[in-house]
């Protein structure tokens, strides 16, 4: 018994549309190749600059401590500066009230 002239009818044409199926896909596969390589590329790029941010950021905070710092210091200095002058003025009244002492007007 032979198969019906519909049936073989319909058997080619399930595989023509397969085989043009296969076809297209592996069309698909190979344009999405470069663009999955692309992105690829382009998360390691967005990585990179993550990581640079963070490293900013981080330079960013030093700094700013370090500002900080410096500013806390610079009080300090202006702060000793001033007991240096009053110690020196008190000195120099001293040296002169001695002076006066000893050899008079």
Same mark, same amino acid.
């Given at each position: ?22 076809? %297209?896909?592996?069309? *698909?596969? +190979? ?5 999955? @390589? &692309?992105?690829?590329? #382009?998360?390691? /790029? ?5 990581? %640079?941010?963070?490293? *900013?950021? +981080? ?5 700013? @401590? &370090?500002?900080?710092? #410096?500013?806390? /210091? ?32």
């Amino acid at each position: 018994m032979s198969p019906c002239p519909t049936c073989v009818a319909l058997q080619k044409e399930k595989k023509k549309i397969l085989d043009n199926l296969q076809s %297209q896909h592996t069309r *698909i596969a +190979d344009l999405t190749t470069p663009i999955r @390589t &692309r992105n690829q590329e #382009i998360n390691r /790029l967005n990585e990179r600059i993550h990581n %640079q941010s963070k490293k *900013i950021n +981080d330079h960013e905070k030093t700094l700013k @401590t &370090r500002k900080d710092r #410096i500013a806390e /210091l610079e009080k300090e200095c202006v702060r000793l500066r001033r007991i240096t002058y009053g110690v020196c003025g008190a000195i120099s009244v001293v040296v002169a009230s001695l002076w006066l002492v000893v050899f008079g007007r």
